[in-house]
């Protein structure tokens, strides 16, 4: 028995030699299923469209995207991203949508010494105190986009505000972000069941008997077309106006039609942003799927060219991984939202736009940028963070 | 000499566990490691479960929680270990007796009031002290709520069992896994285990000669519970993350169809349910996306053709045999 | 206390309680009369839900998809008792667990295969899009309404029809007694397979209705099933009259809770503890409440007679 084992053991070690880096192996964890499956999806496509774009090579060597679904769940996320490092043995992690996932998989990959870069989620957490050198955001912190939009309801001079997010990492950072720009009088806050409750009705009936000025919401995804949904049926719409953040986007306008004309959000992109790599990744995206993008798109699609910069930075070698952090934290690459640079923490310093919902030429609904609300930001977790470079 | 079926694969299953380590290292495949880890403790749970369940017809429909105290029994040490410096909390040797502490305390209050009801009552409403453990997690701010805790420390049990070494974890595991199945075997064969399964199909006549059933199954409950609360220990050490999900009803329901697919009451078919739920999920779903598709109808046919799960077909092959 | 908040957040509760009727109403009789624990019930439901967006996109108006979503899941709930469950009436109530879970996988696979990943939308008719004025500056949606209604309604028809036809009455016999009832020359087959097929298309009722303010996804029976079991176990096994009342008082509790209970913390609580431990507690009063009504009546409020 034992000799048969050590035979075993022997044509084991000979079968795994180690493989030659002959091409970049990226993993990719987003949301492929359940009713955030929309999203996922989104970003597979940018992700797809990316490579399309740079001939799917990196410094000359063939790229390789493995996606993997985390359910919507901390956990499957955490197990799919230990596949993607210790069996797939992936050169880059990236995706993740969902803040709570993200913070799961978090260590796995960074003590594994796998690049983890974050194509949305932006936990305050990872910006701040376990910020990690393995670790690059491609899209924001939580908290900058509704700050943003508190100095928005400054502007306008709204007095007072109802907050209602869901109660998961994103939704608490979502409205510290807002609480700490905005001025006025915060009438309530409430934090629902996250994913499971989809039904508003009990909030909504406290926003009508609390009459405040204004409405603040976050609610991605799913959870956004079924809020603008139940607010129209509410009729509140009248009487509240509604401010939103990450809860409109490309993939429920559609739906939402002129239900959600004129509505505000802040953001760090809009698809009519000006810039050449937007124009390109924008009209390249109608052109191939016939819709237009989300912002979780375009920062999938700035992941690629991210990773891109890392892998030209080194000529493909691979194993160099000081080189192709040293190369990433320039971020020197076209992005989709014009230059930027990376802060201390890995996230970028960048500006924030009020946007709106417009009808285009053919009677599309898309987001037109209104003004900039805030340039060069940084999140403010970044000092934190004890990293320097 | 003949070995019967049943006990070749018991023993076979035993030898693979024993020989995943060398051969995964051989392969540079710790992922495989990792799987067989987390089957192993997930048997440990299903065959506390199977202690009630298969053989005292105590269908808990909330057995996950007792999983989920024991996993934040580490979350929680950990987390202050980390957070606050207070080294001792992460402490292996503490975090175990009190897991066992706690997931046998909160057994015995459930127990205490469920084992009164019957039938799908007592599923019932093992289900919902489940679910309200479940909300206790989601409540606690502190420690993550809803998105749950991230180990940044694993429990410590001095050099010489330093579970950081995923193949010294391994081992520990297994010997728990073996220690859990032979103590089964002996408590069910005890006099204990005869009322216990006695009182499976008559508990009025065991009443009727005097031995307090109901005492008896309240301490076969609690002794399920610690159990379980071992395996969530490993479990949290395991994933090194916490969270309430692991004491959702689903994870609960998950136990009990290991447990049922296994086969109820017998030793090994825990094992074997926790092995191929966790198997076929990551090789199905390697092969198709669809898998479910394949894999649900296949539990039809087996709850209706293979009566008593895997175990049982086992022993209908044996027969077949014989 | 705000009298009009409170009213309204009643008849929000009521409205989940209505659905959630609809759903333990079959799943009631299911097991009452067969002696069926079938966990496949939420699929049902889903599958409602699936078929009347289906149906309403074909022909373009709500109402005709909810129409012909129901003659469907009526012929699917046929098909399943036939092919699947009939052979496990007498079996162990986990191997009917084991098979119905089987179901369950299969059903949320097949919804993925067929209808996509990302689940769909049952848009609402305009005139149901709208709110209505329940009293003077205080509106509610039409389609909550519509719910509330369809749902009292259908529950009329069938306390009719369970305590007033004599379908109703071999319903009544044999959940009270299967074997007499059986003996008495009742065709337990038909009225099993008429049961379940009745069951299958309250579920997709309750499904379809729900449909416009939740989302048509994969997984989405599962939330409301246990919800569903809760209140037949509360209710009593096998009783109409207790899965309506429970299901009112489910409604109701989870809904009020939702509501309140957050502010009532941060009377004791800090506020963030407060924000993040009002929604938790709010969702484990219905769980405290069964664990309660359990430990005191352990055949739930209403149990049948004659067991």
Same mark, same amino acid.
């Given at each position: /028995?034992?000799?048969?084992? =050590?035979?075993?053991?022997?044509?084991?070690?000979?079968?795994?030699?180690?493989?030659?880096?002959?091409?970049?192996?990226?993993?990719?964890?987003?949301?492929?299923?359940?009713?955030?499956?929309?999203?996922?999806?989104?970003?597979?496509?940018?992700?797809?469209?990316?490579?399309?774009?740079? !001939?799917?090579? /990196?410094?000359?060597?063939?790229?390789?995207?493995?996606?993997?679904?985390?359910?919507?769940?901390?956990?499957?996320?955490k197990q799919k991203t230990e596949k993607l490092i210790q069996k797939?043995?992936?050169?880059?992690?990236?995706?993740?949508?969902?803040?709570?996932?993200?913070?799961?998989?978090?260590?796995?990959?960074?003590?594994?010494?796998?690049?983890?870069?974050?194509?949305?989620? !932006?936990?305050?957490?990872?910006?701040?105190?376990?910020?990690?050198e393995n670790f690059f955001s491609t899209s924001w912190q939580n908290?900058?986009?509704?700050?943003? /939009?508190?100095?928005?309801?400054?502007?306008?001079? $709204?007095?007072?505000?109802?907050? =209602?997010?869901?109660?998961?990492?994103? !939704?608490?950072?979502?409205?510290?972000? $807002?609480?700490?720009?905005?001025?006025?009088?915060?009438?309530?806050?409430?934090?629902?069941?996250?994913?499971?409750?989809?039904?508003?009705?009990?909030?909504?009936?406290?926003?009508?008997?609390?009459?405040?000025?204004?409405?603040?919401?976050?609610?991605?995804?799913?959870?956004?077309?079924?809020?603008?949904?139940?607010?129209?049926?509410?009729?509140?719409?009248?009487?509240?106006?509604?401010?939103?953040?990450?809860?409109?986007?490309? =993939?429920?306008?559609?739906?939402?039609?002129?239900?959600?004309?004129?509505?505000?959000?802040?953001?760090?992109? *809009?698809?009519?942003?000006?810039?050449?790599?937007?124009?390109?990744?924008?009209?390249?995206?109608?052109?191939?799927?016939?819709?237009?993008?989300?912002?979780? *798109?375009?920062?999938?699609?700035?992941?690629?060219?991210?990773?891109?910069?890392?892998?030209?930075?080194?000529?493909?070698?691979?194993?160099?991984?000081?080189?192709?952090?040293? *190369? /990433?934290?320039?971020?020197?690459?076209?992005?989709?939202?014009?230059?930027?640079?990376?802060?201390?923490?890995?996230?970028?310093?960048?500006?924030?736009?009020?946007?709106?919902?417009?009808?285009?030429?053919? !009677?599309?609904?898309?987001?037109?940028?209104?003004?900039?609300?805030?340039?060069?930001?940084?999140?403010?977790?970044?000092?934190?963070?004890?990293?320097?470079? | 000499?003949?070995?019967p079926v049943g006990t070749a694969v018991a023993a076979g299953s035993?030898?693979?566990?024993?020989?995943?380590?060398?051969?995964?290292?051989?392969?540079?495949?710790?992922?495989?490691?990792?799987?067989?880890?987390?089957?192993?403790?997930?048997?440990?749970?299903?065959?506390?479960?199977?202690?009630?369940?298969? %053989?005292?017809?105590?269908?808990?429909?909330?057995?996950?929680?007792?999983?989920?105290?024991?996993?934040?029994?580490?979350?929680?040490?950990? %987390?202050?270990?980390?957070?606050?410096?207070?080294?001792?909390?992460?402490?292996?040797?503490?975090?175990?007796?009190?897991?066992?502490?706690?997931?046998?305390?909160?057994?015995?209050?459930?127990?205490?009031?469920?084992?009164?009801? &019957?039938?799908?009552?007592?599923?019932?409403?093992?289900?919902? %002290?489940?679910?309200?453990?479940?909300?206790?997690?989601?409540?606690?701010?502190?420690?993550?709520?809803?998105?749950?805790?991230?180990?940044?420390? &694993?429990?410590?049990?001095?050099?010489?069992?330093? #579970?950081?070494?995923?193949?010294?974890?391994?081992?520990?595991?297994?010997?728990?896994?073996?220690?859990?199945?032979?103590?089964?075997?002996?408590?069910?064969?005890?006099?204990?285990?005869?009322?216990?399964?006695?009182?499976?199909?008559?508990?009025?006549?065991?009443?009727? #000669?005097? #031995?307090?059933?109901?005492?008896?199954?309240?301490?076969?409950?609690?002794?399920?519970?610690? #159990?379980?609360?071992?395996?969530?220990?490993?479990?949290?050490?395991?994933?090194?993350?916490?969270?309430?999900?692991?004491?959702?009803?689903?994870?609960?329901?998950?136990?009990?169809?290991?447990?049922?697919?296994?086969?109820?009451?017998?030793?090994?078919?825990?094992?074997?349910?926790?092995?191929?739920?966790?198997?076929?999920?990551?090789?199905?779903?390697?092969?198709?996306?669809?898998?479910?598709?394949?894999?649900?109808?296949?539990?039809?046919?087996?709850?209706?053709?293979?009566?008593?799960?895997?175990?049982?077909?086992?022993?209908?092959?044996?027969? &077949? &045999?014989? | 206390?705000?009298?009009?908040?409170?009213?309204?957040?009643?008849?929000?509760?009521?409205?989940?309680?209505?659905?959630?009727?609809?759903? +333990?109403?079959?799943?009631?009789?299911?097991?009452?009369?067969?002696?069926?624990?079938?966990?496949?019930?939420?699929?049902?439901?889903?599958?409602? +839900?699936?078929?009347?967006?289906?149906?309403?996109?074909?022909?373009?108006?709500?109402?005709?998809?909810?129409?012909?979503?129901?003659?469907?899941?009526?012929?699917?709930?046929?098909?399943?008792?036939?092919?699947?469950?009939?052979?496990?009436?007498?079996?162990?109530?986990?191997?009917?667990?084991?098979?119905?879970?089987?179901?369950?996988?299969?059903?949320?696979?097949?919804?993925?295969?067929?209808?996509?990943? +990302?689940?769909?939308?049952?848009?609402?008719?305009?005139?149901?899009?709208?709110?209505?004025?329940?009293?003077?500056?205080?509106?509610?949606?039409?389609?909550?309404?519509?719910?509330?209604?369809?749902?009292?309604?259908?529950?009329?028809?069938?306390?009719?029809?369970?305590?007033?036809?004599?379908?109703?009455?071999?319903?009544?016999?044999?959940?009270?007694?299967?074997?007499?009832?059986?003996?008495? @020359?009742?065709?337990?087959?038909?009225?099993?397979?008429?049961?379940?097929?009745?069951?299958?298309?309250?579920?997709?009722?309750?499904?379809?209705?729900?449909?416009?303010?939740?989302?048509?996804?994969? @997984?989405?029976?599962?939330?409301?099933?246990?919800?569903?079991?809760?209140?037949?176990?509360?209710?009593?096994?096998?009783?109409?009259?207790?899965?309506?009342?429970?299901?009112?008082?489910?409604?109701?509790?989870?809904?009020?809770?939702?509501?309140?209970? +957050?502010?009532?913390?941060?009377?004791?609580?800090?506020?963030?503890?407060?924000?993040?431990?009002?929604?938790?507690?709010?969702?484990?009063?219905?769980?405290?409440?069964?664990?309660?009504?359990?430990?005191?009546?352990?055949? @739930?409020?209403?149990?049948?007679?004659?067991?």
């Amino acid at each position: /028995m034992f000799r048969k084992l =050590m035979g075993l053991a022997a044509a084991g070690a000979l079968l795994a030699s180690p493989a030659a880096a002959d091409k970049v192996k990226i993993g990719f964890v987003t949301t492929l299923t359940t009713g955030a499956g929309v999203i996922g999806r989104d970003m597979r496509d940018a992700v797809d469209l990316g490579l399309d774009h740079i !001939g799917r090579k /990196m410094a000359g060597l063939d790229v390789e995207v493995i996606y993997e679904d985390d359910g919507f769940k901390p956990e499957t996320g955490k197990q799919k991203t230990e596949k993607l490092i210790q069996k797939d043995k992936a050169h880059f992690v990236a995706g993740y949508i969902w803040s709570h996932v993200l913070l799961a998989s978090y260590k796995t990959a960074v003590d594994a010494d796998t690049f983890l870069i974050s194509s949305n989620a !932006g936990p305050s957490q990872l910006a701040g105190k376990l910020c990690d050198e393995n670790f690059f955001s491609t899209s924001w912190q939580n908290d900058q986009t509704p700050m943003a /939009m508190g100095e928005v309801l400054n502007q306008r001079g $709204v007095g007072s505000l109802y907050v =209602m997010a869901p109660n998961y990492a994103a !939704g608490k950072n979502m409205v510290a972000g $807002v609480e700490r720009t905005y001025k006025g009088e915060i009438v309530a806050k409430d934090l629902t069941r996250f994913p499971d409750q989809l039904d508003f009705s009990a909030e909504l009936a406290k926003v009508r008997a609390a009459k405040p000025d204004a409405l603040f919401v976050f609610y991605p995804g799913k959870h956004g077309t079924q809020f603008f949904k139940q607010y129209q049926q509410s009729g509140l719409k009248g009487t509240v106006p509604l401010y939103s953040v990450f809860t409109v986007d490309s =993939m429920n306008l559609p739906l939402l039609k002129d239900q959600a004309e004129g509505s505000l959000m802040t953001q760090f992109w *809009a698809p009519d942003l000006d810039t050449p790599a937007n124009r390109r990744f924008v009209s390249g995206y109608r052109e191939k799927y016939g819709r237009y993008p989300s912002f979780y *798109a375009a920062q999938s699609y700035d992941t690629v060219f991210l990773i891109k910069s890392a892998v030209e930075a080194v000529n493909g070698d691979l194993g160099d991984r000081d080189g192709m952090r040293a *190369a /990433m934290r320039k971020a020197d690459f076209e992005s989709v939202r014009g230059p930027f640079r990376y802060g201390n923490n890995h996230f970028p310093i960048q500006n924030f736009y009020l946007r709106h919902v417009v009808k285009d030429a053919d !009677g599309n609904f898309t987001t037109e940028i209104v003004s900039t609300v805030l340039e060069n930001h940084q999140d403010t977790y970044a000092k934190d963070c004890k990293m320097s470079w | 000499m003949r070995i019967p079926v049943g006990t070749a694969v018991a023993a076979g299953s035993i030898v693979a566990l024993a020989i995943v380590p060398p051969i995964t290292e051989a392969l540079r495949e710790p992922f495989y490691l990792g799987l067989c880890l987390r089957l192993m403790i997930l048997a440990i749970a299903a065959i506390s479960l199977n202690l009630i369940l298969g %053989f005292g017809n105590m269908v808990s429909f909330g057995h996950a929680a007792y999983m989920g105290i024991g996993a934040y029994v580490v979350g929680i040490g950990a %987390f202050h270990a980390v957070e606050d410096g207070i080294d001792w909390l992460a402490n292996g040797f503490l975090h175990v007796p009190l897991a066992i502490a706690a997931s046998s305390l909160a057994a015995l209050v459930i127990g205490a009031i469920s084992i009164r009801t &019957r039938g799908v009552y007592f599923i019932m409403i093992t289900l919902a %002290f489940g679910q309200m453990l479940y909300f206790v997690g989601v409540g606690l701010e502190v420690y993550g709520a809803d998105d749950g805790l991230s180990l940044y420390m &694993r429990s410590d049990f001095g050099d010489v069992l330093d #579970i950081n070494d995923n193949t010294r974890f391994y081992y520990l595991v297994l010997a728990l896994l073996l220690a859990t199945l032979y103590g089964t075997k002996r408590l069910v064969a005890s006099r204990f285990g005869l009322v216990i399964r006695g009182a499976r199909s008559n508990e009025r006549r065991l009443a009727a #000669i005097g #031995i307090p059933v109901y005492r008896y199954k309240l301490v076969a409950f609690t002794v399920a519970g610690a #159990i379980c609360g071992v395996a969530g220990v490993l479990l949290a050490n395991r994933t090194d993350f916490v969270s309430p999900d692991m004491m959702h009803w689903t994870r609960s329901g998950d136990l009990i169809i290991m447990v049922v697919l296994g086969g109820m009451g017998t030793l090994f078919g825990p094992l074997y349910g926790a092995a191929v739920l966790v198997l076929v999920e990551e090789f199905l779903s390697g092969v198709t996306e669809h898998w479910q598709i394949v894999f649900g109808p296949l539990l039809v046919l087996v709850a209706v053709y293979a009566r008593g799960g895997i175990a049982g077909a086992l022993r209908a092959l044996e027969r &077949r &045999r014989g | 206390m705000d009298w009009i908040l409170l009213l309204e957040q009643c008849l929000n509760g009521l409205q989940l309680g209505i659905l959630l009727f609809l759903l +333990a109403a079959g799943l009631t009789l299911v097991f009452g009369i067969m002696d069926l624990v079938n966990l496949a019930h939420g699929s049902l439901y889903m599958m409602g +839900a699936y078929f009347a967006t289906t149906f309403a996109g074909w022909t373009d108006s709500f109402l005709l998809g909810a129409l012909l979503a129901l003659p469907a899941a009526l012929l699917l709930g046929i098909l399943v008792e036939v092919v699947a469950l009939r052979t496990l009436y007498s079996r162990d109530h986990l191997d009917q667990v084991l098979a119905t879970f089987g179901l369950i996988l299969f059903f949320n696979e097949l919804a993925r295969i067929v209808w996509g990943p +990302a689940g769909l939308d049952l848009p609402l008719p305009a005139f149901l899009e709208t709110s209505v004025e329940l009293l003077p500056g205080v509106p509610y949606p039409a389609y909550r309404i519509a719910i509330i209604v369809v749902g009292l309604v259908v529950a009329g028809g069938l306390y009719a029809l369970v305590s007033h036809t004599r379908v109703g009455m071999l319903i009544r016999a044999g959940a009270s007694n299967r074997e007499m009832a059986g003996a008495l @020359g009742v065709d337990i087959q038909l009225l099993y397979t008429l049961v379940f097929g009745l069951g299958t298309v309250l579920a997709a009722l309750a499904g379809l209705m729900a449909a416009p303010i939740l989302t048509v996804q994969t @997984g989405m029976g599962e939330t409301i099933l246990i919800l569903a079991f809760v209140v037949i176990v509360i209710g009593g096994i096998g009783s109409i009259r207790g899965a309506f009342v429970a299901a009112v008082l489910i409604g109701l509790i989870d809904t009020v809770g939702r509501a309140f209970l +957050a502010d009532l913390l941060r009377l004791f609580l800090a506020n963030q503890t407060a924000e993040t431990a009002g929604p938790a507690m709010s969702s484990m009063l219905i769980y405290i409440l069964m664990a309660a009504i359990l430990a005191i009546r352990p055949q @739930g409020l209403f149990p049948p007679r004659g067991r």
